[in-house]
Structure formats: C-alpha cells, structure tokens
C-alpha cells in the first residue's frame, strides 16, 4: 500500500477544454474527499463519499464539476469546459471508518491557460 | 462561523529556535483540530492532532496547545531545523458526519540554518 495515488500530477489544458482526474485512495478506506487548493491558501473542500454515495459537496462545487466514486473505489473529478478560475491543485483524501485522520495524495496541479 | 484563522502567514526561525504558529475559530462544534505539513509539490501529511478535551498534546519536538475557552490553538516546534521549512496548515473537523477539514490559510515557515 503506497498511499494516496493521483494522476495526473500535471495537466495543462486550453479554456474551455474537458479534464479529468483521477484519485486511488488506500485500500479498504471507504471515505474519500476532493479539496482544491490555490496558491498561497489551505485546501478547501469539495466534495465527500462515503463507499460509492456522494454524500456531500460544496458550493464551490459549481454545475462544471462532477465526481464519481464507481464500486467504492477509485474516484474521479471532471471538470467541464475549464476556466483560469479553476486552475489550482486538487487534493484528494482518503481515511477509513471512524478514524480521525485522513491522508492526502500529492495532488494533481490544473493549469488552465 | 466555518473559519479557522491562522497567523502569522510567514515565519523565519533561527535553527535551534522555536517556531510558534497560532490559529483561531468559532464553530464550538469543532471537535478535532489537526495540523498538516505541506512540502512544495507534496501533498499535507499529518503531525500532530488535538482534541480539545486535553488542554496539551506533545509528540517529540511538536507541540499543540489548546485553549477551549479562548477557542485558539497553536503549534509549537521546539529546536527548529532546516528539515522543519515548510509551510504548516491548522484545521478543525466536527467528527460526526462527513469528517470534512476546515483548513487556515497556512504558515510559510524557513529555518535558517
């Protein structure tokens, strides 16, 4: 088990292009988290799962923004029709059952030139 | 009412020093108040967390103290290194629910050596 998995860990794209990320969370941990993070300020979140359920999300999660979480698995946040806006890293976490702590992947940076 | 503030947003410490990082917050129904370390181009890792039940939590050179009443907390690294710059996020989390973080703005701390 090697952790939180990301990818990509880069990607630049044209406004108004489609992308979409990809997160493997630790094995057997059932919940996962989207956070977005700009420049100079802490993540802030997104959206949650718990197993397959998206349970929660943000009002910075606008209509151009959907996740998924198929099977419980791996998740995946597609952003559509990008702007500058969204360029920042996206963070995503996982942590399992009742345990208090949730451990980040290295994020995947969005460059939306 | 969901803020937490954290100061100062730069820290420079002499290494041997001590490197104090403050934050502060409102939702009394935060029950679990982490602080993550973030390397460039990492994602956080977790160092230290607190429940606010406890007043103190020391692990190795890193402490958080914890003031209920005052509803501030802080992070205290004693002996500061050059391996310790980085920048350090406070947060705070109701665990009941989604477990969501609610992160400070971060601290950018260098350690000279």
């Known amino acids: 088990d090697t952790g939180v998995s990301q990818n990509p860990r880069h990607k630049i794209t044209k406004r108004g292009q489609n992308v979409t990320f990809r997160c493997d969370p630790i094995s057997e941990h059932n919940r996962l988290y989207w956070y977005r993070q700009t420049l100079g300020q802490g993540p802030e979140f997104l959206t949650y799962f718990q197993n397959e359920a998206q349970l929660e999300k943000s009002r910075l999660l606008s209509d151009r923004f959907s996740a998924e979480r198929p099977k419980g698995s791996f998740s995946t946040l597609e952003i559509q029709r990008t702007e500058q806006g969204d360029s920042a890293m996206y963070l995503c976490a996982s942590r399992w059952g009742a345990s208090t702590e949730a451990f980040f992947g290295q994020g995947t940076r969005l460059t939306v030139v | 009412q969901q803020q937490v503030k954290q100061s100062p947003q730069s820290l420079i410490v002499q290494k041997g020093g001590i490197s104090i990082i403050n934050c502060a917050y409102e939702?009394?129904?935060?029950?679990?108040f982490p602080w993550y370390q973030q390397f460039p181009g990492k994602g956080p890792a977790l160092l230290i967390a607190i429940r606010p039940d406890v007043s103190e939590k020391k692990e190795g050179r890193f402490t958080i103290s914890f003031n209920k009443s005052a509803k501030q907390f802080s992070l205290h690294i004693m002996d500061s290194q050059p391996g310790d710059s980085a920048t350090y996020f406070c947060?705070?989390?109701?665990?009941?629910?989604?477990?969501?973080?609610?992160f400070g703005t971060g601290t950018r701390l260098k350690v000279l050596a």
């Open positions: 947060a705070a989390s109701i665990t009941s629910g989604t477990y969501k973080y609610i």
């Open positions: 939702n009394t129904a935060f029950d679990y």
